[in-house]
């Protein structure tokens, strides 16, 4: 009698996904200057004079404004080193993270 051949009842399917991105947020405060808010926004994450301008403005309207997009490291060790500028000055800024949807 020939030996049973068991086929396989699982398989495995390789799916590969996107990492979801994470966006800063620039939160306002009442203390920090304004002036310090676009030199730090221009430092860490790149910005011209009028994009970190615009970013600053509409925090200090709205009370947040997204900063930009990044892979959740990139985007917690960016928060993290622009509130650590803040801290180091005595201010109160401060940028959080949160998952895109
Ligand atoms: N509101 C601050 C001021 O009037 C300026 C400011 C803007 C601070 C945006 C933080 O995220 C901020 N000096």
Redesign the pocket.
């Known amino acids: 009698m020939p030996d049973t051949v068991v086929k396989p009842k699982t398989r495995v399917k390789t799916k590969v996904e996107r990492p979801r991105l994470h966006k800063v947020i620039?939160?306002?405060?009442?203390y920090?200057?304004?002036e310090f808010?676009v030199t730090v926004l221009k430092a860490e994450f790149r910005m011209t004079d009028d994009q970190a301008y615009k970013v600053?403005l509409t925090?200090?309207q709205r009370g947040v404004c997204v900063v930009a997009v990044f892979t959740k490291d990139v985007a917690e060790t960016k928060a993290t080193r622009a509130t650590d500028a803040g801290r180091a000055k005595g201010y109160p800024?401060l940028f959080t993270t949160e998952p895109e949807e």
């Open positions: 620039l939160v306002n405060d009442d920090t200057p304004r808010v600053m925090a200090h800024l």
